[in-house]
């Protein structure tokens, strides 16, 4: 059995008293209702105005952002790369540009941030955003730890903002009549259900070293993380392959591809995790994973069982039906669904020739974003508001560290902690470098 010293936990600056008691504080299960607090959040807008929007990363991912907002009033972009935040003035040429969002995210010109930097900065940059009562959108997965997640949730509860994590599918409508064919029953009751994606982000040891380009604040990309050499490995891509700034595949694609069986069964917390895969290094993150959840039955909803496979650990075939190179696969007592982003198909063939779905009943998203906007403006919630994408988040960090331990965890979600291995449940946070810490 592994053993963990404080040092290797890299929870710096917490304690476990302190620990347990900010992250129990919300339940994940208890996340739906009405949050009153004392801090207002920015005024909500009439619908006609623009919401003035400060970006945190101005490439890649916050690209499609950018352009996705283009009709609200982009006011502010925060960038580490002056190759990139110049294209963004270029762009905006009246907008506010910094390096370090810790200078945006107070403005009073803003209304709303959208976060769109590698994972380790997504926890600092949304909880310093909403500590200032600014509405904002995260990139997936919401956050680098299980930890950060909860405290997130706690914090854009207490300030009654307006949330969406960036899980772009959601408000398909592959996904609507996936859901819709699931809650009918056509496959009868489901207790199993297959996740895979088939990306690659995987790295042996750290990568060599080299100088940082003069464009880049080295500094100010590391953040929180634990300081060391810059590496063209790093940035502007690659930082996934590795623990310190990413989750792997898992981390990267699962919130998308779980995000359909969360949605269809309503689960919300597991209580077992186990991992298979290579054995776990302290940098890279592995070339393939199999994880396998155990949501307990709630309700009149059976137990789950969720199976995740990225990687080299795609089967070809699960219970017959070809995977391809992303989707889900639902198990129930009648036959079983195959979906991806934008189709589905039924199996066994020939017992669903006939099949006609249900008539749609979950309405249309206006758009992943627009959703986001309209409760800006004091609308309805948006449907990958932080009480939703929170539950998910954390199950797809928990596989992460489910692989790290290198044994099953009986997770307790209620309770924040991993019930058959206590002193590992100080792994569910990290060390943060100094100056960075989370915001009390």
């Known amino acids: 059995m592994k053993s963990f010293s404080h040092n290797t936990l890299g929870t710096k600056g917490i304690s476990r008293r302190e620990f347990l008691r ?15 607090s004392s801090r207002s959040a920015v005024a909500s807008k009439a619908v006609s105005e623009k919401v003035s929007i400060g970006f945190v990363g101005t490439a890649n991912q ?3 952002s950018i352009s996705s907002l283009a009709n609200q009033n982009l006011a502010a972009f925060c960038d580490v790369d002056s190759i990139f935040l110049g294209k963004a003035k270029e762009e905006y040429p009246q907008a506010y540009v910094c390096s370090d969002f810790r200078r945006m995210v107070d403005r009073k010109d803003l209304d709303a941030i959208v976060v769109a930097s590698p994972d380790h900065l997504h926890a600092p940059a949304t909880l310093a955003a909403i500590a200032c009562g600014k509405h904002v959108y995260c990139e997936k997965p919401l956050t680098h730890t299980v930890y950060e997640a909860r405290r997130v949730l706690q914090a854009a509860q207490k300030a009654n903002v307006a949330t969406q994590m960036g899980t772009q599918i959601h408000a398909d409508s592959n996904y609507r009549r996936v859901v819709e064919i699931i809650r009918s029953g056509a496959i009868g009751t489901v207790t199993a259900a297959h996740n895979w994606a088939g990306r690659a982000w995987s790295a042996e ?8 380009p003069s464009t880049l604040d080295w500094n100010l990309w590391l953040g929180p993380a634990i300081e060391r050499p810059y590496s063209v490995d790093y940035h502007p891509a690659n930082w996934r392959k590795y623990r310190a700034f990413g989750g792997g595949n898992l981390g990267d694609m699962g919130c998308h591809h779980m995000d359909l069986s969360f949605w269809a069964l309503s689960l919300d917390a597991p209580t077992r995790i186990e991992s298979f895969g290579p054995p776990a290094e302290a940098e890279g993150c592995p070339h393939g994973l199999k994880v396998q959840y155990l949501f307990p039955s709630r309700g009149s909803r059976p137990a789950v069982s969720l199976n995740w496979y990225d990687g080299d650990r795609i089967p070809e075939e699960i219970l017959s039906v070809p995977t ?4 889900t696969l639902f198990v129930g007592t009648k036959g079983m669904l195959r979906a991806d982003y934008s189709s589905w198909k039924l199996y066994p063939e020939s017992e669903f020739a006939d099949y006609k779905p249900p008539a749609p009943s979950i309405p249309e998203s206006i758009g992943h974003h627009a959703e986001w906007i309209a409760a800006c403006k004091g609308g309805e919630k948006a449907l990958c508001n932080f009480s939703y994408a929170v539950p998910l988040t954390e199950a797809v960090l928990l596989g992460v560290l489910a692989h790290r331990i290198g044994m099953p965890i009986e997770w307790n979600s209620k309770e924040f902690t991993i019930a058959n291995r206590p002193d590992a449940s100080m792994l569910l946070s990290k060390e943060y470098r100094k100056g960075w810490e989370l915001p009390s």
């Open 22 to 36: 900010s992250t129990t504080a919300v339940g994940v299960g208890a996340t739906v209702g009405g949050v009153w």
């Open 324 to 327: 391809g190179g992303g989707g």
């Open 62 to 64: 916050a690209r499609y």
């Open 205 to 212: 040891g750290r990568p060599p070293e080299s100088g940082a």
